[in-house]
């Protein structure tokens, strides 16, 4: 079964930092494009940034709200990529989802459920 | 950054009618185009891409068209399951990000 499992997610409060964790099953995880994605409450969907494979150099890519705070990483051995954010801010607030899709098209054709991230004091 | 811009809002329509959903690039990208659908507290699905191709076991009465700037999504013959928001998002290569509408929300009339 093709599946992504987020965790890592939680209360934390403005300024802090948080790291999250995207566990791959059932797909050829190192050859995929990996994504985050996020979602505030009753809001659309805000991609958040993107790492490549090996093949292409583990490039990354972020949104302007989150470069020079959020980084994307990947470990193929463990089938999981991460997203680590700091500097907080409450507009962070928001569910995260984790998906993957083809290496070269920026389409994401699995997702995971989601985690939650409150940032608040 | 490439604006999407998605419409109506939110479209009302029968069980067993056709819907039609339109989505707006602020800039060309191609068929780099994108749908999802997603249902309340679930992760959005893949439907559609590269504008008109459907996804991995997507029924075939969601079809998707355009390119360039302007795009649809139909769904010939709506289910109660139909019944969603739906997204759509550019790839287009390069810059990111990968920009996505603000939605459309499916609602039963």
């Known amino acids: 079964e093709v599946q992504l499992v987020e965790s890592g997610g939680g209360l934390v409060q403005p300024g802090g930092s948080l790291k999250l964790s995207c566990a791959a099953s059932g797909f050829t995880f190192s050859g995929s494009a990996m994504h985050w994605v996020r979602q505030a409450s009753g809001k659309g969907l805000e991609w958040v940034g993107r790492i490549r494979s090996k093949a292409n150099s583990y490039a990354t890519a972020y949104a302007a709200s989150v470069k020079g705070r959020f980084t994307i990483s990947r470990d193929d ?36 459920k989601g985690t939650t991230v409150t940032v608040s004091s | 950054e490439i604006v999407m811009t998605q419409s109506p809002a939110t479209l009302s329509v029968s069980p067993g009618e056709r819907a039609t959903l339109s989505c707006r690039a602020s800039q060309s990208v191609s068929s780099n185009l994108a749908w999802y659908q997603q249902k309340p507290g679930q992760a959005p699905r893949l439907l559609i891409y590269g504008a008109s191709t459907r996804a991995t076991g997507i029924p075939a009465r969601f079809s998707g068209s355009g390119s360039g700037t302007e795009f649809t999504l139909t769904i010939s013959s709506l289910q109660s399951e139909d019944f969603a928001v739906y997204y759509c998002q550019q790839y287009n290569n390069w810059p990111p990000p990968y920009t996505f509408g603000q939605g459309t929300k499916l609602e039963i009339k």
Not at chain 1, 84 to 110: F, H, I, R, W
């Open chain 1, 77 to 112: 051995s463990k089938n999981t990529a991460y997203l680590q954010m700091n500097s907080l801010k409450t507009e962070d607030t928001a569910v995260y989802y984790c998906a993957g899709g083809p290496p070269v098209y920026y389409y994401m054709d699995v997702w995971g």
